[in-house]
């Protein structure tokens, strides 16, 4: 049993220390006032608007990704409409210049200081 859990830890470890990319919700990025210049519109990039209730919202994945060109990332994790699969994508630079200038402007948004720790863990920085 421990000889499983010791395999089981480097299985994760070592997944974790590879990893490429990191997939958020959009709201994991703030509220759209604040993340709609970076990552679009919170609604599906294939609708020209979102829904007349403004409490509804659609279903976005925010993909932030490095050591990888974009087109790999697409392909990993591709935007399909008939499925209502749609993600964002934002290189770790972008993503971390992002949060990093909204964090100086809203110093309590504790959302995306999540999102900035985890980003950076998930990195390995």
């Known amino acids: ?21 990191v997939v958020f919700e959009y709201e994991d ?16 990039q294939w609708n020209s608007v979102g829904d007349s209730n403004p409490n509804k919202t659609d279903l976005l994945r925010v993909v932030v990704f490095w050591d990888e060109p974009i087109e790999k990332i ?3 994790y ?8 749609d993600y964002r994508y934002l290189s770790y630079e972008k993503a971390i210049g992002y ?9 309590g948004a504790v959302n995306l200081i999540r999102t900035r720790e985890r980003l950076r863990k998930m990195k390995g920085r």
């Open 1 to 21: 049993m421990k000889t499983i859990s010791i395999f089981t830890f480097f299985l994760i470890s070592y997944s974790l220390a590879s990893a490429d990319s």
């Open 99 to 107: 949060l990093d200038k909204t964090l100086h402007e809203a110093p």
């Open 78 to 85: 591709p935007v399909i409409p008939s499925k209502q699969q």
């Open 29 to 44: 990025f703030g509220p759209q006032v604040l993340a709609y210049e970076t990552i679009g519109y919170q609604w599906y």
């Open 74 to 76: 697409k392909l990993k």
